[in-house]
Protein backbone atom coordinates (compact mmCIF):
# COMPACT_ATOMS: atom_id res chain seq x y z
CA UNK A 1 0.00 0.00 0.00
CA UNK A 2 1.17 3.68 -0.76
CA UNK A 3 0.74 5.30 2.32
CA UNK A 4 1.53 9.52 1.68
CA UNK A 5 4.90 10.00 3.28
CA UNK A 6 6.46 6.97 1.11
CA UNK A 7 9.34 7.32 -1.00
CA UNK A 8 8.24 8.71 -4.25
CA UNK A 9 10.23 7.10 -7.24
CA UNK A 10 9.06 9.70 -9.34
CA UNK A 11 8.97 13.04 -8.29
CA UNK A 12 10.42 16.45 -8.84
CA UNK A 13 12.96 19.05 -7.58
CA UNK A 14 10.00 21.77 -8.86
CA UNK A 15 10.80 24.98 -10.52
CA UNK A 16 8.13 27.30 -9.05
CA UNK A 17 7.07 25.42 -5.73
CA UNK A 18 5.71 28.61 -4.33
CA UNK A 19 4.04 29.87 -7.76
CA UNK A 20 6.51 33.52 -6.89
CA UNK A 21 8.95 33.10 -10.00
CA UNK A 22 6.61 34.23 -12.84
CA UNK A 23 7.07 38.35 -11.18
CA UNK A 24 10.83 38.83 -11.57
CA UNK A 25 10.77 36.84 -14.50
CA UNK A 26 7.79 38.89 -16.10
CA UNK A 27 9.58 42.19 -15.30
CA UNK A 28 13.32 40.71 -17.19
CA UNK A 29 11.39 39.68 -20.01
CA UNK A 30 10.20 42.91 -20.41
CA UNK A 31 13.25 45.06 -20.40
CA UNK A 32 15.16 42.48 -22.90
CA UNK A 33 12.29 42.08 -25.47
CA UNK A 34 11.92 38.37 -25.12
CA UNK A 35 15.25 37.02 -24.72
CA UNK A 36 14.87 33.91 -22.44
CA UNK A 37 17.16 32.24 -19.92
CA UNK A 38 18.17 30.12 -23.07
CA UNK A 39 18.07 31.99 -25.65
CA UNK A 40 21.85 32.49 -25.18
CA UNK A 41 23.83 33.61 -28.73
CA UNK A 42 23.36 36.01 -31.12
CA UNK A 43 23.73 33.89 -34.65
CA UNK A 44 20.73 31.50 -34.02
CA UNK A 45 18.27 34.50 -34.28
CA UNK A 46 19.79 34.71 -38.28
CA UNK A 47 20.62 31.13 -38.68
CA UNK A 48 16.71 30.14 -37.84
CA UNK A 49 15.00 32.43 -40.42
CA UNK A 50 17.25 31.36 -43.19
CA UNK A 51 17.00 27.56 -42.24
CA UNK A 52 13.01 27.84 -42.48
CA UNK A 53 12.74 30.13 -45.51
CA UNK A 54 15.27 27.41 -47.46
CA UNK A 55 13.32 24.43 -46.16
CA UNK A 56 9.94 26.24 -47.38
CA UNK A 57 12.16 27.23 -51.05
CA UNK A 58 13.45 23.79 -51.72
CA UNK A 59 10.89 21.27 -49.92
CA UNK A 60 7.20 23.08 -50.41
CA UNK A 61 8.71 24.01 -54.00
CA UNK A 62 9.23 20.03 -54.55
CA UNK A 63 6.37 18.76 -52.81
CA UNK A 64 3.80 21.21 -52.84
CA UNK A 65 2.94 20.56 -49.33
CA UNK A 66 4.58 21.01 -45.62
CA UNK A 67 5.45 18.28 -43.38
CA UNK A 68 6.22 18.67 -39.79
CA UNK A 69 8.71 16.05 -39.71
CA UNK A 70 10.82 16.56 -42.49
CA UNK A 71 11.36 20.20 -41.10
CA UNK A 72 12.19 18.39 -37.88
CA UNK A 73 14.96 16.12 -39.50
CA UNK A 74 16.50 19.24 -41.35
CA UNK A 75 16.53 21.17 -38.72
CA UNK A 76 18.45 18.50 -36.65
CA UNK A 77 21.13 18.21 -39.69
CA UNK A 78 21.17 21.73 -39.41
CA UNK A 79 22.14 21.72 -35.69
CA UNK A 80 24.78 19.42 -36.61
CA UNK A 81 26.09 21.52 -38.73
CA UNK A 82 26.57 24.19 -36.40
CA UNK A 83 27.60 21.77 -33.85
CA UNK A 84 30.85 20.61 -36.58
CA UNK A 85 31.44 24.19 -38.02
CA UNK A 86 31.77 25.36 -34.23
CA UNK A 87 34.20 22.56 -33.49
CA UNK A 88 36.75 23.46 -35.83
CA UNK A 89 36.55 27.41 -35.89
CA UNK A 90 40.30 28.05 -35.92
CA UNK A 91 39.03 31.65 -34.61
CA UNK A 92 39.09 30.34 -31.12
CA UNK A 93 36.09 32.97 -30.41
CA UNK A 94 33.44 30.57 -30.58
CA UNK A 95 32.43 30.31 -26.87
CA UNK A 96 29.36 28.07 -25.68
CA UNK A 97 25.68 28.03 -25.67
CA UNK A 98 25.78 25.07 -28.68
CA UNK A 99 22.33 23.09 -28.68
CA UNK A 100 23.05 19.70 -28.85
CA UNK A 101 26.70 19.57 -27.91
CA UNK A 102 25.63 17.13 -25.66
CA UNK A 103 23.39 14.90 -27.83
CA UNK A 104 25.73 14.86 -30.67
CA UNK A 105 29.09 14.73 -28.39
CA UNK A 106 29.96 11.29 -29.74
CA UNK A 107 30.10 12.11 -33.26
CA UNK A 108 31.53 14.99 -32.70
CA UNK A 109 34.29 13.06 -30.78
CA UNK A 110 34.54 11.38 -34.26
CA UNK A 111 34.61 14.17 -36.22
CA UNK A 112 37.43 15.97 -34.28
CA UNK A 113 39.87 12.70 -34.89
CA UNK A 114 39.40 12.93 -38.38
CA UNK A 115 36.66 10.68 -38.98
CA UNK A 116 33.29 11.07 -41.46
CA UNK A 117 29.95 11.13 -39.35
CA UNK A 118 26.70 10.33 -40.61
CA UNK A 119 24.44 13.49 -40.17
CA UNK A 120 22.00 12.29 -36.92
CA UNK A 121 18.44 10.94 -37.24
CA UNK A 122 15.74 13.55 -36.30
CA UNK A 123 14.50 15.00 -33.04
CA UNK A 124 12.65 17.60 -31.37
CA UNK A 125 14.59 20.78 -32.52
CA UNK A 126 15.89 22.69 -29.84
CA UNK A 127 16.72 25.91 -32.24
CA UNK A 128 12.93 26.32 -33.41
CA UNK A 129 11.74 25.58 -29.53
CA UNK A 130 14.23 27.96 -28.29
CA UNK A 131 14.73 30.92 -30.59
CA UNK A 132 11.59 31.01 -32.52
CA UNK A 133 9.84 32.93 -29.84
CA UNK A 134 13.29 35.26 -29.18
CA UNK A 135 12.71 35.71 -33.14
CA UNK A 136 9.47 37.03 -33.16
CA UNK A 137 10.84 39.68 -30.57
CA UNK A 138 12.74 41.50 -32.81
CA UNK A 139 10.35 40.91 -36.01
CA UNK A 140 12.36 37.97 -37.97
CA UNK A 141 9.60 35.57 -37.39
CA UNK A 142 6.56 35.11 -37.19
CA UNK A 143 3.13 33.06 -37.26
CA UNK A 144 2.20 31.31 -40.61
CA UNK A 145 -1.03 32.28 -42.66
CA UNK A 146 -3.40 29.38 -42.07
CA UNK A 147 -4.29 30.03 -45.89
CA UNK A 148 -0.49 29.01 -46.62
CA UNK A 149 -0.40 25.63 -44.26
CA UNK A 150 2.54 26.56 -42.90
CA UNK A 151 3.61 27.61 -38.98
CA UNK A 152 5.94 29.86 -39.79
CA UNK A 153 6.93 32.77 -41.88
CA UNK A 154 9.90 35.05 -42.60
CA UNK A 155 8.82 38.79 -41.94
CA UNK A 156 10.70 41.29 -44.49
CA UNK A 157 13.44 41.36 -42.27
CA UNK A 158 13.87 37.70 -41.99
CA UNK A 159 13.78 37.54 -45.82
CA UNK A 160 16.49 40.33 -45.61
CA UNK A 161 18.43 37.59 -44.00
CA UNK A 162 18.35 34.67 -45.78
CA UNK A 163 19.31 36.90 -48.64
CA UNK A 164 22.14 38.02 -47.08
CA UNK A 165 23.29 34.61 -45.59
CA UNK A 166 22.37 32.99 -48.91
CA UNK A 167 24.95 34.98 -50.65
CA UNK A 168 27.63 32.70 -49.04
CA UNK A 169 25.44 29.70 -49.39
CA UNK A 170 24.22 29.58 -52.95
CA UNK A 171 25.42 26.29 -54.83
CA UNK A 172 27.26 25.42 -51.83
CA UNK A 173 27.27 21.53 -51.25
CA UNK A 174 26.36 22.01 -47.78
CA UNK A 175 22.38 23.01 -48.83
CA UNK A 176 23.25 19.35 -50.37
CA UNK A 177 24.33 17.72 -47.64
CA UNK A 178 20.98 19.57 -45.33
CA UNK A 179 18.43 18.31 -47.48
CA UNK A 180 19.58 14.98 -48.67
CA UNK A 181 21.80 14.02 -45.88
CA UNK A 182 25.24 11.78 -45.94
CA UNK A 183 28.42 12.10 -44.01
CA UNK A 184 30.01 14.87 -43.07
CA UNK A 185 33.76 14.96 -43.32
CA UNK A 186 36.57 17.04 -41.22
CA UNK A 187 36.64 19.12 -44.87
CA UNK A 188 32.92 20.07 -44.73
CA UNK A 189 33.17 21.06 -41.61
CA UNK A 190 35.62 23.12 -42.38
CA UNK A 191 33.59 24.50 -45.38
CA UNK A 192 30.52 25.20 -42.81
CA UNK A 193 33.07 27.30 -40.37
CA UNK A 194 31.87 30.86 -42.54
CA UNK A 195 28.36 30.52 -42.49
CA UNK A 196 27.63 28.11 -39.65
CA UNK A 197 30.08 28.65 -36.79
CA UNK A 198 28.97 30.57 -33.63
CA UNK A 199 32.36 32.72 -34.08
CA UNK A 200 32.35 33.08 -37.36
CA UNK A 201 30.04 35.91 -37.27
CA UNK A 202 31.92 39.19 -37.86
CA UNK A 203 30.40 42.37 -37.06
CA UNK A 204 31.31 43.95 -40.61
CA UNK A 205 29.08 41.62 -42.49
CA UNK A 206 25.81 41.93 -43.94
CA UNK A 207 24.22 39.82 -41.46
CA UNK A 208 25.33 41.40 -38.36
CA UNK A 209 24.21 44.36 -40.07
CA UNK A 210 20.79 43.48 -40.45
CA UNK A 211 20.68 42.01 -36.90
CA UNK A 212 21.54 45.23 -35.08
CA UNK A 213 19.14 46.92 -36.80
CA UNK A 214 16.49 44.83 -35.57
CA UNK A 215 17.51 44.81 -31.95
CA UNK A 216 17.65 48.31 -32.09
CA UNK A 217 14.72 49.46 -34.26
CA UNK A 218 11.17 48.42 -33.84
CA UNK A 219 9.15 46.41 -36.49
CA UNK A 220 5.94 46.97 -37.98
CA UNK A 221 3.21 45.61 -36.22
CA UNK A 222 0.01 45.34 -36.74
CA UNK A 223 -2.90 46.88 -34.48
CA UNK A 224 -3.19 45.93 -31.41
CA UNK A 225 0.58 45.08 -31.21
CA UNK A 226 2.38 47.90 -32.39
CA UNK A 227 2.05 49.82 -28.81
CA UNK A 228 3.30 46.57 -26.92
CA UNK A 229 6.20 46.10 -29.71
CA UNK A 230 7.05 50.09 -29.31
CA UNK A 231 6.97 49.68 -25.69
CA UNK A 232 9.05 46.64 -25.38
CA UNK A 233 11.88 48.30 -27.57
CA UNK A 234 12.00 51.46 -25.70
CA UNK A 235 12.57 50.01 -22.68
CA UNK A 236 15.18 47.43 -24.17
CA UNK A 237 16.50 50.46 -25.71
CA UNK A 238 16.84 51.85 -22.23
CA UNK A 239 19.01 48.38 -21.32
CA UNK A 240 21.27 48.97 -24.18
CA UNK A 241 21.98 52.02 -22.34
CA UNK A 242 21.99 50.56 -18.80
CA UNK A 243 24.15 47.74 -19.65
CA UNK A 244 26.77 50.53 -20.90
CA UNK A 245 26.83 52.40 -18.01
CA UNK A 246 28.27 49.30 -16.06
CA UNK A 247 30.57 48.77 -18.82
CA UNK A 248 33.37 51.00 -17.19
CA UNK A 249 33.17 48.36 -14.21
CA UNK A 250 35.15 46.22 -16.25
CA UNK A 251 34.20 42.13 -16.81
CA UNK A 252 31.21 41.80 -14.37
CA UNK A 253 28.87 39.16 -14.23
CA UNK A 254 25.08 39.20 -14.42
CA UNK A 255 24.53 39.23 -11.18
CA UNK A 256 27.28 41.34 -9.85
CA UNK A 257 25.90 43.93 -12.41
CA UNK A 258 22.39 43.22 -10.37
CA UNK A 259 23.37 43.66 -6.67
CA UNK A 260 25.51 46.60 -7.35
CA UNK A 261 22.74 48.36 -9.32
CA UNK A 262 20.10 47.53 -6.36
CA UNK A 263 22.69 48.63 -4.03
CA UNK A 264 22.84 52.35 -6.09
CA UNK A 265 19.30 52.71 -6.34
CA UNK A 266 19.09 51.82 -2.54
CA UNK A 267 21.44 54.61 -1.64
CA UNK A 268 19.88 57.24 -4.26
CA UNK A 269 22.68 56.65 -6.23
CA UNK A 270 21.24 56.15 -9.47
CA UNK A 271 17.22 57.10 -10.34
CA UNK A 272 17.13 56.38 -13.94
CA UNK A 273 13.79 54.24 -15.36
CA UNK A 274 16.05 51.42 -16.17
CA UNK A 275 18.04 51.22 -13.36
CA UNK A 276 15.02 51.23 -11.13
CA UNK A 277 13.28 48.45 -13.24
CA UNK A 278 16.27 46.45 -13.06
CA UNK A 279 16.63 46.99 -9.16
CA UNK A 280 12.85 45.87 -8.97
CA UNK A 281 13.78 43.11 -11.03
CA UNK A 282 16.29 42.21 -8.27
CA UNK A 283 14.43 42.72 -5.16
CA UNK A 284 11.67 40.28 -6.64
CA UNK A 285 14.29 38.02 -7.34
CA UNK A 286 15.76 37.79 -3.66
CA UNK A 287 12.09 38.22 -2.16
CA UNK A 288 10.90 34.99 -4.09
CA UNK A 289 14.58 33.70 -2.45
CA UNK A 290 13.39 34.63 0.43
CA UNK A 291 10.18 32.80 0.58
CA UNK A 292 11.96 29.76 -0.97
CA UNK A 293 14.13 29.80 2.03
CA UNK A 294 11.38 29.76 4.74
CA UNK A 295 9.82 26.97 2.80
CA UNK A 296 12.94 25.10 2.86
CA UNK A 297 13.45 25.97 6.79
CA UNK A 298 9.96 24.49 7.65
CA UNK A 299 10.93 21.04 5.64
CA UNK A 300 14.22 20.97 7.35
CA UNK A 301 12.31 20.96 10.67
CA UNK A 302 9.62 18.89 9.63
CA UNK A 303 12.67 16.16 8.67
CA UNK A 304 15.05 16.98 11.79
CA UNK A 305 12.62 16.92 14.57
CA UNK A 306 9.12 15.19 13.22
CA UNK A 307 6.00 16.18 11.61
CA UNK A 308 4.79 18.89 13.63
CA UNK A 309 1.50 21.47 13.23
CA UNK A 310 2.70 25.14 12.27
CA UNK A 311 2.98 26.35 16.05
CA UNK A 312 5.14 23.82 17.06
CA UNK A 313 7.16 24.39 14.07
CA UNK A 314 7.75 28.07 15.66
CA UNK A 315 8.25 26.67 18.67
CA UNK A 316 11.06 24.52 17.75
CA UNK A 317 12.74 26.89 15.91
CA UNK A 318 12.33 29.10 19.23
CA UNK A 319 14.08 25.90 21.21
CA UNK A 320 16.53 25.04 18.88
CA UNK A 321 17.79 27.78 16.94
CA UNK A 322 21.69 27.70 17.12
CA UNK A 323 22.59 30.44 16.43
CA UNK A 324 25.15 29.73 14.22
CA UNK A 325 28.18 31.75 13.74
CA UNK A 326 27.05 32.56 10.22
CA UNK A 327 23.75 33.98 10.86
CA UNK A 328 25.03 35.77 14.04
CA UNK A 329 27.44 37.49 11.69
CA UNK A 330 24.53 38.69 9.76
CA UNK A 331 22.09 39.58 11.85
CA UNK A 332 24.12 40.80 15.27
CA UNK A 333 20.45 41.03 17.19
CA UNK A 334 19.24 37.47 16.53
CA UNK A 335 19.20 36.16 19.62
CA UNK A 336 17.50 38.62 21.06
CA UNK A 337 14.22 38.77 18.38
CA UNK A 338 12.38 36.44 20.53
CA UNK A 339 12.18 38.92 23.36
CA UNK A 340 10.24 41.94 21.73
CA UNK A 341 7.96 42.92 19.03
CA UNK A 342 7.96 41.88 15.64
CA UNK A 343 8.63 45.49 14.42
CA UNK A 344 11.57 45.51 17.27
CA UNK A 345 13.13 42.35 15.31
CA UNK A 346 12.49 44.16 11.77
CA UNK A 347 14.48 47.07 12.94
CA UNK A 348 17.34 45.57 14.35
CA UNK A 349 18.04 44.00 10.73
CA UNK A 350 21.06 45.29 9.03
CA UNK A 351 19.64 47.36 6.42
CA UNK A 352 22.78 46.51 4.13
CA UNK A 353 22.20 42.82 4.77
CA UNK A 354 23.40 40.54 1.34
CA UNK A 355 23.01 44.15 -0.44
CA UNK A 356 26.92 43.72 -1.63
CA UNK A 357 26.36 40.14 -2.01
CA UNK A 358 25.01 38.47 -5.36
CA UNK A 359 23.05 36.00 -5.98
CA UNK A 360 22.94 33.08 -5.35
CA UNK A 361 23.25 33.03 -1.83
CA UNK A 362 24.50 29.24 -1.42
CA UNK A 363 25.85 30.09 2.33
CA UNK A 364 22.06 30.96 3.62
CA UNK A 365 20.67 26.96 1.91
CA UNK A 366 23.73 25.49 4.46
CA UNK A 367 22.50 26.93 7.58
CA UNK A 368 20.64 24.60 10.20
CA UNK A 369 16.89 24.23 9.45
CA UNK A 370 15.89 27.22 12.89
CA UNK A 371 18.46 29.47 12.00
CA UNK A 372 17.45 29.05 8.32
CA UNK A 373 14.10 30.80 9.32
CA UNK A 374 15.60 33.38 11.08
CA UNK A 375 17.84 34.29 8.53
CA UNK A 376 14.68 34.52 5.69
CA UNK A 377 12.50 36.82 8.19
CA UNK A 378 15.95 39.03 8.40
CA UNK A 379 16.20 38.69 4.24
CA UNK A 380 12.84 40.32 4.18
CA UNK A 381 13.04 42.71 6.45
CA UNK A 382 16.60 43.98 5.25
CA UNK A 383 14.76 44.19 1.35
CA UNK A 384 12.24 45.97 2.47
CA UNK A 385 14.05 48.70 4.14
CA UNK A 386 16.45 48.44 1.34
CA UNK A 387 13.72 49.10 -1.32
CA UNK A 388 11.80 51.91 0.76
CA UNK A 389 13.31 54.60 -1.01
CA UNK A 390 12.60 53.80 -4.58
CA UNK A 391 9.86 51.40 -4.10
CA UNK A 392 6.82 52.05 -6.77
CA UNK A 393 3.96 52.71 -3.77
CA UNK A 394 1.71 49.61 -5.09
CA UNK A 395 3.98 46.97 -4.59
CA UNK A 396 2.37 45.78 -1.44
CA UNK A 397 -1.37 46.73 -2.39
CA UNK A 398 -2.57 43.44 -4.27
CA UNK A 399 -1.59 40.93 -1.93
CA UNK A 400 -3.48 38.32 -3.27
CA UNK A 401 0.13 37.63 -4.17
CA UNK A 402 2.15 36.20 -2.18
CA UNK A 403 5.23 38.68 -2.86
CA UNK A 404 3.14 41.46 -1.96
CA UNK A 405 2.09 40.20 0.98
CA UNK A 406 5.16 38.92 2.72
CA UNK A 407 6.02 42.41 2.22
CA UNK A 408 3.17 44.35 3.33
CA UNK A 409 4.17 41.93 6.50
CA UNK A 410 7.35 43.22 6.95
CA UNK A 411 6.70 46.77 5.99
CA UNK A 412 3.69 47.07 8.36
CA UNK A 413 4.90 44.71 11.09
CA UNK A 414 3.71 45.90 14.66
CA UNK A 415 3.48 45.36 18.12
CA UNK A 416 2.64 41.69 17.87
CA UNK A 417 5.64 39.51 19.21
CA UNK A 418 8.21 38.33 16.74
CA UNK A 419 7.07 35.27 17.28
CA UNK A 420 3.47 35.51 16.15
CA UNK A 421 4.66 37.61 13.18
CA UNK A 422 7.11 34.96 12.10
CA UNK A 423 4.20 32.22 13.00
CA UNK A 424 2.08 34.51 10.23
CA UNK A 425 4.57 34.80 7.78
CA UNK A 426 5.56 30.85 7.51
CA UNK A 427 1.98 29.86 7.29
CA UNK A 428 0.89 32.12 4.92
CA UNK A 429 3.39 32.81 2.51
CA UNK A 430 5.10 29.29 2.52
CA UNK A 431 3.08 26.64 3.72
CA UNK A 432 -0.27 27.52 2.34
CA UNK A 433 0.70 28.73 -0.85
CA UNK A 434 3.15 25.59 -1.53
CA UNK A 435 0.20 23.34 -0.60
CA UNK A 436 -2.36 25.34 -3.34
CA UNK A 437 0.80 25.98 -6.12
CA UNK A 438 1.97 22.48 -6.03
CA UNK A 439 -1.57 20.19 -5.49
CA UNK A 440 -3.01 22.95 -8.55
CA UNK A 441 0.23 21.25 -10.46
CA UNK A 442 -0.50 17.85 -9.99
CA UNK A 443 -4.09 17.92 -10.40
CA UNK A 444 -3.10 19.43 -13.91
CA UNK A 445 -0.97 15.87 -14.17
CA UNK A 446 2.44 17.24 -13.37
CA UNK A 447 4.89 15.34 -11.45
CA UNK A 448 4.95 15.19 -7.80
CA UNK A 449 6.70 18.24 -6.23
CA UNK A 450 4.83 18.05 -2.68
CA UNK A 451 7.00 18.74 0.51
CA UNK A 452 4.18 17.99 2.84
CA UNK A 453 1.00 17.70 3.22
CA UNK A 454 -1.23 17.99 6.12
CA UNK A 455 -2.87 15.18 8.40
CA UNK A 456 -5.49 17.51 10.42
CA UNK A 457 -3.18 19.99 12.18
CA UNK A 458 0.01 18.18 11.49
CA UNK A 459 1.98 18.79 8.59
CA UNK A 460 3.53 15.44 7.35
CA UNK A 461 6.66 15.56 5.48
CA UNK A 462 7.28 13.54 1.57
CA UNK A 463 10.17 12.17 0.50
CA UNK A 464 11.18 15.56 -1.12
CA UNK A 465 13.36 18.09 0.18
CA UNK A 466 13.43 21.57 -0.31
CA UNK A 467 15.95 24.27 -0.96
CA UNK A 468 15.49 28.01 -1.86
CA UNK A 469 16.68 28.93 -5.64
CA UNK A 470 16.71 32.16 -7.55
CA UNK A 471 15.71 32.98 -10.90
CA UNK A 472 18.36 32.75 -13.71
CA UNK A 473 18.89 36.06 -15.06
CA UNK A 474 18.30 36.61 -18.73
CA UNK A 475 20.78 39.67 -18.83
CA UNK A 476 23.99 37.55 -19.74
CA UNK A 477 22.27 35.95 -22.36
CA UNK A 478 21.30 39.46 -23.91
CA UNK A 479 25.05 40.78 -23.34
CA UNK A 480 26.40 37.52 -24.60
CA UNK A 481 23.67 37.72 -28.13
CA UNK A 482 24.41 41.41 -28.28
CA UNK A 483 28.68 40.51 -28.54
CA UNK A 484 27.79 38.58 -31.24
CA UNK A 485 26.17 40.43 -33.20
CA UNK A 486 28.37 43.23 -32.70
CA UNK A 487 26.45 45.67 -30.30
CA UNK A 488 28.99 45.33 -27.91
CA UNK A 489 32.63 43.92 -27.88
CA UNK A 490 35.36 42.55 -25.42
CA UNK A 491 38.65 44.39 -24.94
CA UNK A 492 41.49 43.12 -22.61
CA UNK A 493 40.58 41.60 -19.51
CA UNK A 494 36.95 41.06 -20.61
CA UNK A 495 36.12 44.16 -20.24
CA UNK A 496 32.80 45.30 -22.26
CA UNK A 497 32.42 47.60 -24.60
CA UNK A 498 29.92 49.73 -26.68
CA UNK A 499 30.77 49.52 -30.11
CA UNK A 500 30.03 53.28 -32.09
CA UNK A 501 27.56 53.09 -35.08
CA UNK A 502 29.33 53.17 -38.62
Known amino acids: MLFWNADILEDTQGLDILG ?124 GASA ?57 DEESKILRHAFENPWEASHPHKAIVETRYKSFAQTLEWIDSWTAEGSLSANRVLANNLKACSQGQRQDKASLSWAEYEWRRRQHFTLELLLSAVCGVLNDFGDAAPAEITDTVEREARHDGRLMQLWPAAKDAWKGSGKEAATSVPTNLMLDAALPFDILNDLPSPDKMLMAFALLAAIEAQTRAFRRPDATNDVSQISNLA ?96
Open 20 to 143: VRALDQGIEANLVNGITTVSARGRYFSILPWAINEFYKTTIAANGSFVAHDLNNYLTRVEFLINAASQVDPTGKVGGAILGSDVFADKLRALKAGQAVPLPPSKNSRILNIYYNPCKGVGLLDD
Open 148 to 204: QSVPYRLTQRGQDLWAARNAGLNGSPLLTLLFQGGDVTPELAALAVAEFSLGSLSVD
Open 407 to 502: LAMAQGSTEVPFKALLHELMERCAIVPHLQVTLRKMSNGQKCSLRFFTDGELLRLTANKSRAGNSGSRLDNTIGILTDIGVFKKGHNGRLMRVEAA
